[in-house]
């Protein structure tokens, strides 16, 4: 045998090895949200409003008020016009149907579902029959077709498969997943080993191709989305019209993803990278993705999150600028980015078992995310600061509207993130009123999910097996309840000690052993047994790493898994003109003037103000109220600070706009 073939084996056998080692070591598979039935009072109240107003909204942006589906009706020739809009516009249509296929799930709505039905048979209408479909191109020169990589066409195909694979879960429908399989057979037969180089411009292809494989067990898109993360990095592929972004990491360009060690560059790009890269590891077993993302997810989550869980403090290049550097109102953390982060946390979760995975996730969740939707519904935050002179406000839509139907699709699928099953037993990462269905050991468990967790710390599992059965409850501990706001170093409670999380099983107390993160709860289980979990929920002080000089001498507050605010709504119209004391005593209570009800915390502190002649400066003792983070701007523009001064020089009498 030659040297090259010997060689060729090895690495053939090597391969092997490694995927039967690593290759589907998800730790659990998530249970679906098609499986979940949200009960909560809180997330069913948000998936209402999903239902209710979101979409709505959405579709009416989608359909009226914008060219969005009016582009897709030109471009199959069936009403006159020009392309109208943003070439990536196409993208925010697949996005609100994928909102919609989840949000029909919990909400199951005839008239939306006529809808839905209606615009895909638009989309369908619109595909060439080379399977390319893009209105922006088809109508503005086809001979242009895939020559820029920065120009979304990839980005588009890959939201349509994952607006195809979701309707297509929910109804059973198959015509947006016919669709979205010619395109992806149509990118597949010019791109690829032995074809045209290409490196996706803007990430989202990779992660929506191991959707489409999953769905139609069809190697080939596994393939093409490693095929993809593989020409990052390598200078093969040229053709961007932002070239100068190349250099400077925008779309993480620079290195190999395997070598890549750092985050940099444009968020969204990044988050939807990585989770392509996790759901690509998961499958192919490739160690070396998950060695760079775990130096990357470092990264991010020592040097530069923010503490609501958003990140991208920079608004010139939508995405990170260098280490520490945390600016508050010049935030941008878009509201994108921080679901981006929700994928990725639950990507590495589910291939690590690690529960740090999923204390971001939530951080993120509850308050990066969630600020980006209106109580109302219909309103909507782009960016995310963390404050506010008092011209920061929601709006009904944006030029590029990337964010209104991302949030929508990621609350209408909370339902993804709860429930794992694993070959031992159960994960319960979130917790979130619920029922489900699962199988453990080839017999039916009925689970029930009853909570206050946001209001009192307190959640109760019922388990109910078809007959006893033996397995390992995996129940996560939030890194928050067990004295730490995030992994790494970046924050940290100011006081340390807090009760410890209580189990009980059927109404007695138990002790349990905490790995990576999980109590674990191995035992016969038999119909109704109970356990009640109880978390610590004083309000507890966050100090930042001195590095982040933004937040110097100020502390934020956090009780649960939400991060307060000071909001001038609920303190004479001002928030940045307070001290806390040292030693400040808070008090909790359940506010119910505030939207939902929701718990508020109140301290006094020494109020720096005008007297009422305007003519000098007092110092008087006040009671402060602050809110849930993900509240504010509820009711119109106010100022807001969610890092509040412990020193006089940081107090704000008219802050700066
Ligand atoms: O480019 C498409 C989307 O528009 C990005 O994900 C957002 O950051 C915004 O730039
Ligand atoms: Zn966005």
């Known amino acids: 045998m030659s040297g090259i073939l010997i060689r060729r084996l090895g690495v053939m056998l090597l391969t092997l090895a490694i995927n039967w080692v690593f290759g589907q070591t998800l730790v659990y598979e998530p249970v679906s949200y098609s499986n979940v039935q949200i009960t909560d009072p809180f997330w069913k109240s948000r998936l209402d409003k999903i239902a209710s107003a979101t979409i709505p909204a959405c579709v009416e942006q989608t359909e009226i008020k914008t060219p969005r589906i009016r582009n897709f009706e030109v471009a199959a020739g069936t009403r006159p016009g020009k392309f109208e809009g943003i070439f990536y516009d196409d993208s925010d249509v697949f996005k609100a149907l994928e909102a919609i296929a989840y949000s029909l799930k919990n909400n199951p709505n005839p008239e939306l579902e006529k809808k839905a039905d209606e615009w895909i048979d638009k989309i369908a209408a619109a595909q060439l029959p080379d399977g390319y479909i893009n209105t922006y191109y088809t109508l503005t020169g086809l001979d242009k077709r895939w020559t820029d990589m920065s120009m979304h066409e990839d980005y588009n195909g890959g939201h349509l498969i994952e607006a195809a694979v979701a309707y297509y879960q929910t109804t059973g429908k198959r015509k947006l997943l016919d669709v979205s399989i ?29 959707k489409l494989y999953k769905v139609t067990d069809d190697k080939r898109y596994l393939d093409l989305a490693d095929w993809l993360l593989s020409q990052r990095g390598q200078k093969l592929a040229v053709g961007y019209t932002w070239t100068e972004w190349r250099d400077t990491a925008y779309a993480q360009d620079v290195m190999p993803v395997k070598k890549q060690r750092e985050i940099t560059g444009h968020a969204v790009r990044a988050m ?20 760079a993302m775990k130096a990357v997810w470092e990264d991010v989550v020592y040097r530069n999150l923010y503490i609501t869980g958003g990140i991208g403090s920079s608004g010139r290049n939508e995405g990170f600028s260098v280490d520490y550097d945390l600016p508050n109102m010049q935030a941008y953390c878009e509201t994108c980015a921080s679901v981006g982060m929700v994928f ?38 782009y960016g995310n600061p963390l404050a506010s002179s008092g011209s920061h406000y929601r709006r009904e839509w944006f030029g590029t509207a990337c964010c209104p139907a991302n949030i929508a699709r990621l609350t209408a699928s909370v339902g993804d993130y709860i429930y794992g099953v694993s070959d031992d037993g159960l994960f319960v990462n979130l917790f979130i009123g619920s029922s489900t269905m699962v199988t453990l050991q080839k017999k039916e468990v009925q689970i029930n999910q009853e909570t206050s967790y946001l209001k009192d710390g307190k959640s109760t599992l019922t388990l109910n097996p078809k007959s006893k059965l033996k397995f390992t409850l995996h129940i996560r501990i939030p890194g928050w309840a067990s004295g730490k706001p995030v992994p790494g170093d970046l924050y940290s409670f100011n006081r340390s000690s807090s009760p410890p999380t209580t189990i009980l099983v059927n109404g007695k107390q138990i002790q349990y052993v905490n790995k990576n993160g999980y109590a674990l709860i191995s035992r016969e289980w038999k119909k109704g047994d109970q356990v009640e979990v109880r978390f610590p929920m004083e309000v507890m002080e966050i100090v930042a790493n001195e590095k982040v000089l933004q937040d110097k001498d100020r ?63 007092q110092t008087v003792t006040k009671t402060i109220t602050a809110i849930p983070y993900f509240l504010w701007n509820n009711r119109g523009q106010n100022e807001m600070q969610v890092w509040l001064p412990r020193k006089i020089k940081g107090i704000r009498i008219n802050p700066e706009n």
């Open 272 to 291: 939807y990278l990585y989770t392509g890269a996790a759901d690509v590891a998961a499958l192919t077993g490739d160690v070396e993705y998950m060695e």
């Open 555 to 617: 502390i934020a507050l956090q009780r649960g898994p939400l991060v307060y605010c000071v909001e001038g709504a609920d303190n004479n119209n001002r928030a940045w003109n307070f001290i806390v004391p040292e030693n400040a005593l808070y008090t909790v209570s359940n506010n119910p003037q505030l939207p939902e009800g929701f718990p508020v915390i109140r301290f006094d502190a020494p109020v720096i103000e005008m007297d009422n002649q305007g003519q000098s400066v």
């Open 344 to 381: 990725w946390n639950q990507r590495m979760n589910m291939l690590t078992g690690e529960s740090q995975y999923i204390d971001v996730l939530e951080r993120s969740l509850y308050n990066g995310a969630q600020s980006g939707l209106s109580l109302s519904g219909d309103r909507f935050f």
């Open 182 to 210: 010619r395109f992806a057979n149509h990118f597949d037969s010019l791109f690829g080993p032995g074809k045209r180089n290409w490196v996706t411009g803007h990430q989202e292809l990779e992660l929506a191709l191991v």
